[in-house]
């Protein structure tokens, strides 16, 4: 009897535990939808995971945040899958339409290896696992599901029926060159290959397989690489996924396929999340209740004010905090602070689900909005108190001076607000201007001489400050540049990337929330916001 091959995909895992129980003719027709499925998938696309459930069961599941499955992780389990599914039902060759193969028989027909043809099933060739009579079980390949198969892999089948051994001199040869071009260099394995494989006539996968072979077998190996990634370069691939650059440049860069650059980017977008150490159980003032209303749900996102004009002009005007609004926005980061903490513990530790990551990530740049608005809220208290502490108008101090100033107040009240409990029942004005007093202490020491140099409050450009707000926005804000550039790209972009980051007034949003919304995948907006980033480093490099 075959070993059952293993699901990598854990959500599959659990569809099959869920279905073995299933009645056998519902078995049966889910067996069919998903043979129907495998040649739909495109390996390098992305596929949420209750549309991947409702294709083959016929149902969609109600998920609060479905995983997305990378296309080519996908084919590489749906055969497994197909035989669990055989296993369950009790799968007999009556119950297989029409013709069927065996193993041996298809590898006859193609000329091909086992391997090869556990390589197959590994890109949708799926086989169904029957019981025959005596007792005894086979993988059995229905022709309808070979013929299929053999309308689109044409090429790479020819390739294996025309195999042919690399002689042993021609071998040395590819190794010695590869020698040298590592040495002289530094290619990768899969960039050494692929240039060797044009040079010599080969297939690119033949020459690396030699070259590991050579590795696997010798003392002194050419390509030191194909273990465990180091921190650095999994810090590395993270950094360049964030910026946009594609998941496939970077799976050849690192020679790892595209399923274990999403898990590489997804454990360290959890490893991150972790190292928050977010409240997990509900916090003083938190209130759930709070993240319904529309004072916490509306005027979101405005920029920072740029030069030292604005910020006086804008303190000038600023209302009397309105203690309704300032406790509500300080509940709701509290209540969301506490739920994305659940949700962070929650997560699994070898292969978190990249929808429960965003709905985390996406919680935290809504609380990072909110506490803006809090400081917001305190623009005129943060004059009122720098020229206070100061003895002086902030206009009067010179341009650095009264940049410092400025950063100095409004990161004591972003202190302030972040540690703020509506429960105690105060007013956030209070304990910002206790900081601001105590964080403008070095420049009441070495106050700006009479008569320094002084510029027009229009030419002294301020730090932006709400990019300052949360330690996780280091990860999770996109480069500055990105919103300065929005006026480039085409409407739906524009739209994708403003909700997606709560730049538009409301709270940001998830991908899959914002795929609803726009009547598009979320493969498609991820595919949005990453062409969208790509774009700024674009723009720097023509700069």
Known sequence: MPRLSALRIGALEELSGQLRFAPRARLLGQLERLRELAPEIDPDRNYPEDWVVFRITGYRPDLQNPSTFVG?????????????????????????????????????????????????????????????????????FPVAVVESFERRRTASLDKARGFTRTPDAQERRLVRTARRCRLRYGWTLNETAARLARRSGRAHETVRQILLRHDGEEGSPIIQEGGPLTAHERRVIFRAARAGVSIAKIAERYGRSRASVHRVVNERRAELLRRLELPTDPAPGADEAAL??????????????????????????????????????????????????????????????????????????????????????????????????????????????????????????????????????????????????????????????????RATPSSIVLTDWTRRLAPWQAWLDPDPRLRRRLDRLDSLARTVIERRYGWAGAPPKTAQELAAALAITPIRVVSIERAALRSVRAGADRS
Request: proline share 5%; hydrophobic share 45%.
């Open 72 to 140: 080519a992780a996908l084919l590489g389990d749906l055969s497994s899958l197909a035989e669990r599914l055989s296993a369950h039902a009790a799968l007999t060759p009556d119950d297989v339409e029409g013709e069927s193969l065996r193993v041996e028989d298809l590898q006859n027909r193609w000329s091909v290896s086992r391997r090869t043809l556990e390589r197959y099933r590994r890109q949708g060739l799926i086989a169904l696992r029957v019981r025959e009579t005596g007792g005894r079980v086979h993988l059995r």
């Open 292 to 453: 319904e209303l529309d004072v916490v749900r509306t005027g979101l996102g405005e920029s920072a004010e740029q030069t030292l004009e604005s910020f006086l002009q804008l303190a000038a005007m600023a209302p009397i905090p309105n203690r309704f609004v300032e406790h509500a926005l300080a509940r709701a980061q509290r209540a969301l602070l506490a739920t994305t903490g659940a949700g962070v513990g929650a997560l699994s530790r070898h292969n978190p689900r990249a929808a429960d990551l965003d709905r985390a990530e996406t919680n935290l740049r809504w609380v990072a909005l909110l506490r803006a608005e809090l400081v917001r809220m305190q623009r005129r208290h943060a004059l009122q108190a720098i020229e206070s502490a100061l003895g002086r108008p902030l206009a009067e101090l010179s341009p650095d001076d009264a940049r410092r100033a400025h950063a100095m107040a409004m990161d004591a009240i972003i202190h302030a607000a972040t540690a703020f409990d509506p429960a105690r029942g105060g007013r956030l004005a209070a304990s910002a201007g206790l900081a601001i007093n105590r964080a403008l202490a070095p420049l009441r020491k070495s106050p700006t001489p009479p008569g320094a140099a």
